[in-house]
């Protein structure tokens, strides 16, 4: 069976706090995704990427950054947390003819 | 830049009843993917259908169908014969491959479905 895991599903950490979200996924995907889940505001997309050692910028990558290093691991940092990076963190992966499947989801508060 | 809308924050229909959930999306790319997602309070993301940009044929899966318009753009989501499992929050995203396959979402409706 297909599988997204994403290491924490809550996370509280305080401002300042360099956090790290990691994704790992056991399917061989190409392609994998960083949104964030705010109501109101559907999933935006934070960075994705396309290869190991490879991203892209999407549409909000202030305040983040992230790292491939293996193929089935996408991390994403915050290097120093906000409280503005309060919410729910998704993680996907894909290839080029998939649909994305997705992790659990990481409810990150910074307090 | 790429960008998908979706105009209903929220939706009401009564069970057994059609409805349609409405997507436009903007991209200047020929090749392109179109999808809808469910996401019940569970908070899990389900992959409900799939439209090509190449596909001439509209999409179907069970009681899910892809109303794709091309030239407006648009690519609106009809769920057949509402179930009270229906109630959600759905998603239209744009898979856009000519750009390493970039995935965006909308901001999503949430359908409620009535006894």
């Known amino acids: 069976d297909v599988k997204v895991t994403q290491s924490s599903r809550y996370l509280v950490k305080r401002t300042g706090e360099k956090v790290f979200l990691e994704c790992v996924q056991d399917?061989?995907?190409?392609?994998m995704f960083w949104y964030r889940q705010d109501p109101g505001l559907g999933l935006r997309l934070i960075y994705f990427?396309?290869?190991?050692?490879?991203?892209e910028k999407g549409d909000i990558p202030e305040g983040y950054s992230v790292s491939r290093e293996k193929k089935e691991r996408f991390s994403l940092i915050l290097e120093s947390a906000s409280t503005n990076q309060t919410s729910m963190y998704l993680c996907?992966?894909?290839?080029?003819?998939?649909?994305?499947?997705f992790g659990q989801g990481t409810r990150l508060t910074v307090v | 830049a790429q960008k998908i809308t979706q105009t209903q924050p929220g939706m009401f229909v009564q069970e057994k009843e059609a409805v349609t959930l409405d997507c436009t999306y903007d991209t200047s790319d020929q090749s392109y993917g179109l999808f809808w997602y469910k996401q019940p309070s569970s908070g899990e993301m389900i992959f409900l259908i799939y439209q090509g940009s190449y596909d001439e044929q509209n999409a179907t899966e069970g009681r899910y169908s892809l109303n794709f318009q091309k030239a407006r753009k648009s690519a609106n989501l009809v769920i057949s014969a509402s179930q009270l499992g229906d109630s959600a929050m759905y998603f239209c995203a744009m898979r856009v491959y000519n750009q390493g396959g970039k995935l965006i979402f909308g901001q999503g409706t949430e359908l409620s479905v009535k006894p």
């Open positions: 996907a992966s894909t290839d080029t003819d998939t649909e994305a499947f």
């Open positions: 399917m061989d995907h190409e392609n």
């Open positions: 990427s396309y290869d190991v050692k490879m991203k």
